[in-house]
């Protein structure tokens, strides 16, 4: 059985022309694309290219960021299958080893790649040492790539000093996995802030119903993402992170994330910049047909 998109979703929030699905990944077809041996975890179904065009074209977002999930590995030819068919409006991140040879990391920029992805998730397996990070981002800037970081909250908080070194953009994910339970005023989302004040960071409101203790409409987790979106409009994005891996609760509705993006950017304005502008600016999108 493969993973599907919402067939029933009827639009109600009008998004802006170019909208942007900053972050999704694609698993298999396995028959296609197998999965990593040593993947820490495996899908329980495939969610192929074909599925995300469809759910992305319902919803309206015209380009799209495919992250490459670690149950392929550092094998990012799933992830690089679904960029090439839609070379304009899609850009795709990679898991890459930090010595990654200088010829890969030009093959995959031409192929659409625009930055590699380390996870400081528990659950996600070995984690590369920050030094090896910050080496493997030295050669990323004749690229105009960046870093993204996924992270434990606590951890990422421990990283901040040395990501500060970073001489390419950083993205931190998912509202930097804080707890939305325990207020704006915590140390772990108090010290992304901090981050964020440094104008080479910039964070994915993506999330909230993995940062949410409430569920949907994850009330608790909209003022993080909406204090983020008002306090660096330019350097925020956002993405529905479908199929939704390792997620611990009932999945999420997808046309409900999209309507809850009114709810974290109010304005017009906000939601350009965070669904167009912005997205424009760090992945080099093509024109948008």
């Known amino acids: 059985m493969r993973a599907s998109a919402n067939e029933t979703c009827t639009m109600s929030l009008t998004l802006p022309r170019g909208a942007c699905n900053a972050h999704c990944h694609v698993f298999g077809p396995r028959e ?4 990593a041996a040593d993947a820490t975890f495996l899908p329980s179904a495939d969610a192929p290219k074909e599925a995300l065009y469809a759910l992305n074209d319902r919803l309206g977002l015209q380009r799209c960021v495919v992250v490459q999930s670690s149950c392929h590995g550092l094998d990012n030819r799933a992830t690089q299958d679904a960029v090439a ?4 409006s899609y850009r795709a991140i990679a898991l890459l080893p930090p010595d990654a040879p200088d010829a890969e990391l030009d093959r995959l920029d031409a192929a659409g790649f625009r930055g590699v992805r380390f996870n400081y998730m528990g659950h996600l397996g070995r984690r590369t040492p920050i030094d090896q990070v910050l ?7 004749r690229l105009d790539w960046h870093l993204q970081i996924h ?5 990422l908080t421990e990283l901040g000093p040395a990501l500060r070194r970073s001489p390419v953009p950083v993205v931190i994910d998912h509202i930097g996995r804080v707890d939305a339970s325990l207020g704006l005023q915590q140390p772990d989302f108090q010290a992304l802030m901090g981050l964020m004040h440094d104008h080479r960071f910039w964070v994915k409101v993506s999330g909230m119903d993995r940062v949410s203790r409430l569920g949907p409409p994850y009330e608790d987790a909209q003022p993080f993402a909406r204090a983020l979106v008002t306090e660096f409009g ?7 992170d479908w199929p939704h891996p390792n997620h611990a ?6 046309r409900q994330l999209v309507d809850l993006i009114a709810a974290i950017a109010p304005t017009q304005a906000q939601r350009e910049r965070l669904l167009v502008d912005n997205p ?9 047909r």
């Open 135 to 141: 080496a493997l981002a030295a050669r990323l800037a």
């Open 249 to 254: 609760g009932p999945l999420p509705d997808e």
């Open 32 to 35: 296609r694309f197998p999965y």
């Open 234 to 240: 330019d350097r925020v994005l956002w993405g529905n």
């Open 85 to 88: 068919a839609r070379p304009q």
């Open 151 to 155: 992270g434990d909250p606590s951890l």
């Open 280 to 288: 424009q600016r760090l992945y080099r999108f093509g024109a948008i």
